[in-house]
């Protein structure tokens, strides 16, 4: 099956630090990606769409300033949190369709992100 | 908007035991319906894919439902050993993913 990597696995950072996470399709090409954000014991949140070659779609509520996304190549998306506080600790997973209608999922791993 | 529930939220078992986790969405307008697995701390494990021409897909113990016309899906487990204890997600793609609540199983030895 298809593969999507993600790093780091884990991070932990000061506030008011950035920091980048990084999705990669590592055997198909990726126009768009998805980034989630999860609570403990909650489901996925749709964070953003990235897409390649142009500016991420944020779903509401989701601070595009603090949240930078960028989907430089067909696969690599980036992810930075800036100015991180420890509200911004959390799981962020990313994941990417196979192709252009999306039919099935491939996640990274994800990245636990703690704020100090 | 499509909204996504799992029933139950969790849910606790003996070892041995078959069981079944329920899945109900609001638009069928979907295309392919995925169930994972995900362990504490960790990412999503893709165990089952209905594709929305499809009605059931199973693999070893594991066996998931489709109808859309009812906008339900059921992941079916038998015979639950301790290792299947995790939260279960189902996701319905359309333009999108969307998620479910999850369940949390835990199976007792």
């Not at chain 1, 595009?64 to 959390?90: C, R, Y």
């Not at chain 2, 109900?24 to 999503?44: C, E, V």
Request: hydrophobic content about 35%; proline content about 4%.
């Amino acid at each position: 099956g298809a593969v999507v990597s993600q790093h780091p696995s884990w991070v932990i950072c000061k506030s008011g630090t950035s920091v980048k996470i990084e999705c990669r399709s590592l055997d198909f090409q990726a126009t768009t990606m998805f980034w989630y954000r999860q609570f403990p014991k909650q489901s996925l949140m749709l964070m953003a769409t990235s897409n390649e070659g142009s500016k991420a779609t944020y779903e509401q509520g989701v601070e595009k300033d603090k949240f930078l996304i960028n989907h430089a190549s067909l696969t690599l998306s980036t992810l930075t949190v800036t100015s991180a506080h420890p509200e911004d600790s959390s799981f962020y997973i990313c994941s990417a369709p196979r192709d252009r209608v999306v039919t099935e999922a491939f996640f990274g791993q994800g990245t636990r992100l703690t704020v100090v | 908007k499509q909204e996504v529930t799992q029933i139950p939220a969790a849910l606790s078992v003996p070892e041995g035991e078959n069981l079944v986790l329920n899945c109900s969405f609001t638009d069928s307008a979907i295309y392919n319906l995925q169930w994972f697995r995900q362990d504490p701390g960790k990412g999503l494990t893709s165990l089952l894919l209905i594709q929305s021409s499809q009605r059931e897909q199973t693999s070893g113990r594991l066996n998931a439902s489709l109808d859309k016309s009812s906008g339900r899906s059921t992941l079916y487990i038998a015979a639950s050993q301790p290792g299947d204890s995790a939260t279960y997600l189902c996701a319905l793609t359309g333009n999108q993913f969307y998620f479910g609540t999850g369940t949390s199983l835990t199976v007792i030895p």
